[in-house]
């Protein structure tokens, strides 16, 4: 059974920095793609953050380029999401995600960590 | 980006009627290799979206056949037979042909 289970999330001050983990279990992580996702309260997903399955080509949301970095540690199947310069609207649940197949993007999410960006 | 526009974004149906939820892009996602990476995502409260649906009429392994998924091009239609009543909740679509992926606003459906 597929599992992804993130951890990290918090309060933080404006201007703050935060590091997400994604802890990836039940399938053969470094065949996968993988995304890093949010949905703010009340909205709909918004998706963050891509990462191939070596490492490289990563892309990103316009708005978080340059504060957010994504990575991936294949021999510990982990995944994670390094976030700086952190803004109140960053403030949302972020999810980790599967892409299945290198097409569709995104099967399987995590429970999500909430991430709070406040003074 | 492409625009995803869903309708209606709130749908009241009663136990065991049918469902429909229109999904519109603002482009076509139609990928080069011919094929439409759209799916369709369910979300209860408090819990993540469990995707249903993908390349706009595959089902996920697990999913209930009423559960149903047409469209090509720019339009596309999430259809449930009949309506139980654990498929209360939101439904999104979502494009993965252009980049960045994005969402529809959500159809919230409610047992009338």
């Known amino acids: 059974e597929v599992q992804l289970v993130e951890s990290g999330g918090g309060l933080v001050q404006p201007g703050g920095s935060l590091r997400l983990s994604c802890a990836a279990s039940?399938?053969?992580?470094?065949?996968?793609?993988m995304s890093w996702l949010r949905q703010a309260p009340g909205k709909g997903p918004e998706w963050v953050a891509y990462?191939?399955?070596?490492?490289?080509?990563?892309y990103y949301l316009d708005s978080v380029e340059g504060r957010f970095v994504i990575s991936r540690d294949n021999a510990r199947d982990s995944l994670s999401l390094q976030m700086n310069s952190l803004r109140p609207d960053d403030t949302a649940v972020y999810y980790c995600?599967?892409?299945?197949?290198?097409?569709?993007?995104?099967?399987?999410w995590g429970q999500g960590t909430p991430v709070i960006v406040s003074s | 980006d492409v625009v995803m526009t869903q309708s209606p974004l709130s749908l009241p149906v009663t136990l065991g009627q049918p469902a429909s939820i229109s999904c519109r892009s603002s482009r076509s996602v139609v990928f080069i290799d011919g094929k439409a990476y759209l799916s369709w995502f369910h979300q209860r409260p408090g819990q993540s979206p469990r995707r249903l649906i993908y390349e706009a009429s595959e089902r996920d392994s697990g999913v209930p056949d009423r559960f149903s998924g047409s469209g090509s091009g720019s339009d596309f239609t999430l259809k449930i037979s009949r309506v139980e009543a654990e498929d209360v909740g939101v439904y999104y679509c979502m494009q993965g042909t252009h980049w960045p992926l994005t969402f529809g606003q959500g159809t919230r459906l409610e047992i009338k």
């Open positions: 039940g399938f053969t992580f470094s065949r996968h793609w």
């Open positions: 990462i191939a399955k070596d490492g490289t080509p990563k």
């Open positions: 995600a599967r892409d299945p197949d290198g097409s569709s993007k995104v099967d399987h």
